[in-house]
């Protein structure tokens, strides 16, 4: 019998994905992962602060399909042949129990990424996956049916080529695949926290804030969820989204832009002049400082106050037009000048990568040149934090691998 061949480029979560799965639904073929680090899985083992957020209690595909920025279309035909509760069940049938937390991220019950990392490596072990470490692929070329791959340790030479090697943050990065005739995205980076030197509201480093909007002047983006003020400026969800959303906008900005907060969300400027009136009189005998009838932390209610020149042992019958104006409006619509970003350590990925209108979501193999198949953030798809971006390398990882599946026993029959 003629014994196919797979390489996989990448040892991270898309590649011993494709890598397992391949080699567990064709035994006859040989499957070997090519890492050019001496580690395998390194951004698993780093991954959620260490525990590993794997995937995202959300099982609705065209929900779901929302949490990325990049990829929306490509996933709602990806979904449906490998998410969510795929994941759950196919570590869960190894033995590794998952577990959601409230905001709907989902780790292993053991709060170590190091049960993933060791489940994977029990099975690629069990199905006999090849794997050479230290082993940078520089090129790679089509001769004849084979694809032959070049590495700083030797040459190697397979039917089917799996590309799962992780987000680069140069376009020069793309060149070995450029040349095979795929185009790129440009890469920018995703998932950031916002610098704002110098402006005193970083005094409240530490506060958080359940609920904000954030708008992105001179653009139609906005998000909503929690806010944290940390000490170069501002993170927490409703941040990271927005730089998720707006990774290419922000990146043409130069990350110089502003931000418009609105503190109450559930308001605006025009309503909460309305309701002006209402909440002054039913405060009218208390001191301002004191008496914060929004639920917003002390310490941001009291920064607001200074700000407004307010005093804080003033009554609220006493509080000025010129100060309630103010205050009026920076309750809903404070202006924030933000210059330069910060990398968000917990999770950050790459936007742009292999053009998905290059790639068939069905099977994720190129369109351009036949037995090249791709997956994980090499190609143009990220998610917010919560693990999407996992999900999303499981998903290519699993399609890839049934349909070098399929290819390999059509060929065999
Ligand atoms: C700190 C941090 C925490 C994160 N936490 C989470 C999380 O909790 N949940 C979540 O969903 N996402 C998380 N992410 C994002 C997630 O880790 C990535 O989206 C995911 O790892 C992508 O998987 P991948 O297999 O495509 O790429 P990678 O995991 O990057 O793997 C690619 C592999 O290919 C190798 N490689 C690259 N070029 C070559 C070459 N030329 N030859 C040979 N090998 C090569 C690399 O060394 C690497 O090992 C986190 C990211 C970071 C940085």
Known sequence: MNTKTLIVIGGGAAGFFCAINSARMNPDMKVTIVEKQ??????????????CNVTHACFDIDELAKF?????HFLKKAFHWFKTNDTIQWFEELGVQLKAEQDGRMFPTTNSSQTIIDCLLKESLKYKVDIITSCEVIDIQKQEEKWVINTLSGNFKTDYLMIAAGGFGSSAKFDWLKQIGHTI????????????PKNPIIQLMGVSIPKVQIKLVGSKLQTVGPLLITHWGLSGPAILKLSAYGAREL?????????????????????LRSDWMNIRNANASQKIGGKNPFGLPTRLWQYFLITCKIKEESRWAELAAANQNKLIT???AQIFEVNGKTTFKEEFVTCGGIKLN????????SKKVDNLFFGGEVIDIDGVTGGFNFQNAWTNGWIAAKAITEKSKAIQM
């Open 38 to 51: 001496k580690q395998l899985l390194s951004k698993v083992k780093v991954s959620g602060g260490g525990r």
């Open 68 to 72: 990325y920025p990049r990829g929306q």
């Open 185 to 196: 995205e440009e890469p920018v980076p995703s998932l950031f926290t916002f610098n704002i």
């Open 251 to 271: 990146a043409n900005k130069k990350y110089s832009f502003s931000i418009i907060i609105n503190w109450l969300p559930e308001t605006n400027e025009q309503s």
């Open 330 to 332: 920076i309750l809903t």
């Open 358 to 365: 290059e790639i068939d979501p069905n099977t994720m193999q």
